[in-house]
């Protein structure tokens, strides 16, 4: 996904550098010299990521950071960029909301990782002022809508904002688990404290350590400089493990220590530093399954789930899919100039029609769709034909079965299959033909496959990873 960056940087080398990386990556790419342009420019435009050079002419890259708050849109997110690698640095910066902190020079894998990791799963802790208010006629800080499910929701979210206590949040995907955490942040007395999200899904098992606690230079190959991790930037905030039922049972042990201590160990460091936050974590798997299954600790899972939260499907929340639908809908019509004067009629019923197994996201990616390849003043909805329990099941069989019919190129599986050829074959063997397949038809790019298939792209990489693994 192309995201728009600005890079605030004086040396031209270092920028056009970057630009070039970034733009190959399909990202568009702004550059500033000194501040002054700098803010310049992220008044005038709006911007997914902010690569931040400290050292800069006209002053120090800090005040671009902590002056960056507007009413009327969400900041994007920073990365410093600098050669001053200390950590005191690093901690004011995270302090500030930055999403990360790289030391100069940085490898360009780790720039691209790092600038779509931020534009994707994270935002600083300022993100939560894309809520002009606490309460609103039609939702509640960053959630729209006023069903009854949703009521309970905000009411359990009020009732344990101030509360230090961890909170479990549950649901389907694309149900809002991270708003569900922003608004807790933004809701409670660590509002004024960061906000960090992390992924334990989408960050490969021997960097997870790393990216939770922090490293030390040295600490193992690649580590060329001081990482604080996402504990410790979280410090005085709230801390947000995303897809928490995805981490190892090795990593599990250590993140029981850390919630039973509140202290960390940087990997390389036998220092103990204490750390003061508040954890939100969610999964869109049934934990108490995984419990059972052996894949997460039972005595983990019970020291998380203190205050257990369950989104709603949006097929349960009534009327509140047409408010979404409308501030969809009049969002991205501004985004491409088409002034819109509602959904049609058909398209209206079909919203409460359609059991929207992606939710919110779904819905999103619907009415985004409509909007940039319909024509005229009304939208039309264009739905897949698929039942909605079909298409609730966990692997998406409707793709799977689809994608029966392209080979697999993995191992001695290689076959061709129709819909009839289910007998006599594993359901490893099914699920990598139907990965696979969807990964050739868009053309080798992981996460429109994932989309596709209506998984997270963490868990194709993995699969594929654990299917290289097996082979060699």
């Not at 909301?97 to 360009?108: I, M």
């Not at 939702?139 to 809508?145: L, R």
């Amino acid at each position: 996904m192309a995201n728009s960056v600005l890079i605030v940087e004086d040396s031209a080398s270092i920028a056009l550098g970057y630009a070039a990386q970034l733009q190959s990556a399909g990202h568009e790419v702004d550059v500033s010299e000194n501040l002054a342009d700098a803010k310049a420019a992220l008044r005038d435009n709006d911007f997914d990521v902010v690569l931040l050079d400290l050292q800069l002419p006209d002053g120090n890259g800090m005040d671009l950071l902590s002056g960056n708050s507007s009413d009327n849109k969400p900041p994007p997110a920073f990365i410093i960029v600098t050669a001053d690698g200390s950590l005191t640095r690093a901690i004011d910066a995270m302090r500030l909301g930055a999403y990360d902190f790289l030391v100069k020079p940085v490898a360009g894998e780790r720039l691209l990782t790092t600038v779509r990791n931020a534009a994707e799963r994270g935002r600083p802790a300022r993100k939560a002022q894309a809520a002009k208010s606490k309460d609103t006629s039609n939702g509640y800080y960053g959630f729209i809508g006023k069903s009854p499910a949703m009521l309970q929701v905000y009411e359990v979210i009020e009732s344990v904002a101030s509360s230090k206590a961890t909170v479990f949040v549950t649901g389907e995907s694309g149900t809002g688990k991270e708003v569900t955490a922003e608004a807790i942040h933004a809701a409670g007395a660590r509002s004024s404290g960061p906000f960090v999200a992390i992924n334990c899904g989408a960050i490969p098992e021997s960097l997870l350590e790393s990216e939770l606690f922090g490293h030390v230079k040295g600490a193992f190959t690649g580590a060329v400089e001081n990482r604080i991790g996402a504990a410790k930037a979280a410090d005085g905030g709230t801390l947000f493990l995303d897809e928490i039922c995805e981490m190892e049972l090795k990593l599990q042990v250590k993140l029981l220590r850390f919630l039973q201590t509140a202290t960390i160990q940087r990997v390389g460091s036998s220092k103990v530093e204490p750390v003061d936050v508040r954890i939100v974590c969610a999964t869109n798997r049934d934990p108490i399954a995984e419990v059972a299954a052996g894949r997460f600790r039972e005595d983990l899972f019970y020291r998380l789930n203190v205050i257990p939260l369950e989104l709603p499907p949006l097929r349960a929340r009534g009327k509140d899919a047409q408010l979404i639908a409308d501030l969809f809908m009049d969002r991205f019509g501004k985004e491409e100039g088409r002034e819109l004067t509602g959904l049609s009629e058909e398209s209206r019923a079909t919203l409460y029609e359609h059991q929207w197994p992606g939710n919110v996201r779904e819905l999103q990616n619907t009415i985004r769709r409509a909007v940039v390849v319909g024509s005229g003043p009304t939208l039309d909805l264009a739905l897949p034909r698929h039942t909605g329990a079909l298409a609730q099941q966990a692997g998406n069989v409707s793709n799977a079965r689809a994608a029966l019919a392209t080979p697999d190129p993995v191992g001695d599986d290689k076959r061709t299959a129709t819909q009839d050829s289910w007998e006599g074959m594993t359901l490893d063997q099914i699920e990598r033909m139907a990965i696979h397949a969807a990964i050739e038809r868009c053309s080798g790019n992981i996460t429109k496959a994932a989309k596709v298939l209506d998984v997270s792209p963490s868990t194709l990489y993995r699969k594929l990873e654990k299917w290289q693994s097996a082979a060699s």
